[in-house]
C-alpha cells in the first residue's frame, strides 16, 4: 500500500508565477489535509478536503491560494502570483474514512516551495 | 498564548538516557498525536492517544486527560533518534494544531 505521495518534491517559482502541488493520499483513504511549514516556524493547517468538497479552509490565505480534491485525481493546492513569503514546506496528510475519537495522519513527504 | 506547548525546545543527551519530551495543551481535544519529523523534513506520525498509555518499541506516551498533559518517553535513546518530535492536537474539526517542536539531538 503505496503511502501519501506528494509532486513535485522541490518546486522552484519566480514571483509572480503560478505554483501547483500534487497530494496523491493513501489508497481507502477520502480525507485530506493541507498543512504549511514556513522556515524556522512550525506547522500550520492550511485546508482540509474531502472528495469534492472543501469542508474547512480557515487556514488559507484568503487570496492567492486554492484547494481542490476531485472525484478523480490527486488533490491540488494551488497558489496564484507567488510570492517571497510563500516560501515554505507544503505538507498533505490523508486519513480513512471518520472516527469519533480522531484519526491518525498520515503524511507525504512534503513539497519544498522556493520562490526567487 | 500557544494552543500548543512543548517543552524542552531543544534537547541533547548521551546515547542510553532516557528522555523525556512534555506537551500542554489548553483546548478540549478528542486526540493528542506525537509525530517525528526528519532531518530530511519527512513526517512519521508515532501515536494517536486519547487516555492513558501506548507503547511501541523504545517509545512511551502517556497522556493526562485532567491536567492536559501529554509525554514522550524514549529509553535507551540512539543516535539515530535525533529529529523533531512534535505534538499536536484534534478535536472537533479534524485538523491538527502543532506545537512548536523539541529538537532532539542523542549524542553517540
Known amino acids: 500500500n503505496a503511502g501519501v505521495m506528494q509532486n513535485p518534491r522541490h518546486l522552484v517559482r519566480r514571483r509572480g508565477q503560478e505554483a501547483r502541488l500534487r497530494c496523491s493520499p493513501m489508497k481507502g483513504h477520502s480525507h485530506v489535509y493541507w498543512y504549511r511549514q514556513l522556515p524556522e516556524e512550525g506547522l500550520k493547517f492550511m485546508v482540509y478536503l474531502q472528495k469534492e468538497n472543501i469542508i474547512d479552509e480557515s487556514g488559507m490565505p484568503k487570496e492567492r491560494f486554492s484547494a481542490e480534491f476531485p472525484k478523480e485525481g490527486p488533490s491540488i493546492l494551488r497558489i496564484q502570483q507567488v510570492v517571497r513569503g510563500d516560501s515554505a514546506a507544503y505538507f498533505c496528510a490523508s486519513s480513512p474514512k471518520f472516527a469519533a475519537e480522531g484519526e491518525t495522519q498520515y503524511f507525504g513527504p512534503g513539497t519544498r516551495l522556493l520562490v526567487l | 498564548k500557544n494552543e500548543v506547548e512543548q517543552s524542552p525546545q531543544n534537547l541533547t543527551a548521551q546515547e542510553g538516557e532516557f528522555i523525556t519530551i512534555n506537551c500542554s495543551y489548553s483546548?478540549?481535544?478528542?486526540?493528542l498525536h506525537w509525530l517525528q519529523q526528519h532531518p530530511g523534513g519527512g513526517i512519521v506520525s508515532l501515536f494517536m492517544?486519547?487516555?492513558g498509555k501506548k507503547k511501541h518499541g523504545r517509545l512511551i506516551a502517556t497522556i493526562n486527560i485532567q491536567e492536559k498533559h501529554s509525554s514522550l518517553h524514549i529509553t535507551a535513546s540512539h543516535p539515530r533518534d535525533s529529529a523533531v518530535y512534535i505534538c499536536a492536537v484534534s478535536g472537533s474539526a479534524r485538523q491538527l494544531t502543532f506545537g512548536s517542536g523539541t529538537q532532539l539531538t542523542v549524542l553517540p
Open positions: 492517544l486519547s487516555s
Open positions: 483546548v478540549g481535544i478528542s486526540a
